[in-house]
């Protein structure tokens, strides 16, 4: 069936819908798709529709719990899935972890960080971080140094190797923002760009604000 063809059948299925006997008075997306869906099922007889077809709270609130549970696996995957392409990434570099060019490509692009502040905007906690920081400044790809405006605070930057070393690992890095995209046409990379934006200032929020509150206190957070 081609796209005009299509449309055409829709348009007809809409009418039906809006205009039938069904006793259906709340017209919703929600409502036309379960139309469409009892419509076309398969093997089953299509009989009058009633206004119950359509109230199923507990199939709504099953399936919804179920994406939830969903969007958290498929998160996870997917950064178990980036973690092992930027270690391929990295292979013949100096910078050995995704956190260690977290911490590089971050200091790159916003200079004069202190250590906490890094933390912030990496996601890292201070012990964990604090580490990272050592082996960087083993391996001299950082530096430490007092800013002559404010000299209370110690700051954070690269060395021209840990430049250097960062300007060569790009190339590969490129490479793995091509494979995780995966084969999303623009319009679903603009898309996606926006949801998991609008999700990462969420808990963007909750972590520099509320991360020492236990998750009831984080879920009324989130849903009020």
């Given at each position: 069936?081609?796209?005009?063809e ?21 017209f ?21 529709l009633m ?54 490509i ?57 430049k ?61």
């Amino acid at each position: 069936m081609k796209a005009p063809e299509l449309l055409h059948h829709l348009l007809d299925d809409f009418f039906e819908f809006t205009q039938g006997d069904s006793g259906i008075t709340t017209f919703t997306p929600e409502a036309f798709a379960a139309f469409l869906q009892i419509k076309y099922r398969e093997s089953q007889p299509i009989g009058p529709l009633m206004q119950s077809d359509f109230e199923q709270p507990d199939l709504v609130m099953e399936n919804e719990n179920k994406d939830k549970r969903d969007l958290l696996i498929l998160l996870t995957y997917l950064y178990k899935y980036a973690r092992l392409y930027i270690k391929k990434a990295l292979v013949h570099s100096k910078i050995q972890t995704v956190d260690e060019f977290a911490f590089l490509i971050t200091l790159i692009m916003t200079p004069d960080l202190t250590k906490s502040a890094l933390f912030a905007k990496t996601i890292t906690e201070k012990t964990s971080g604090t580490e990272i920081i050592k082996r960087l400044r083993e391996r001299g790809l950082v530096e430490e140094y007092k800013n002559e405006i404010n000299k209370k605070n110690v700051y954070l930057r690269l060395t021209p190797l840990g430049k250097s070393e960062l300007l060569q690992v790009m190339p590969n890095m490129q490479l793995v923002t091509e494979i995780v995209s995966g084969t999303l046409s623009e319009f679903e990379l603009k898309f996606m760009h926006q949801v998991l934006t609008k999700l990462e200032k969420t808990h963007n929020s909750i972590y520099l604000d509320d991360r020492d509150d236990n998750l009831e206190q984080i879920h009324q957070k989130v849903i009020s």
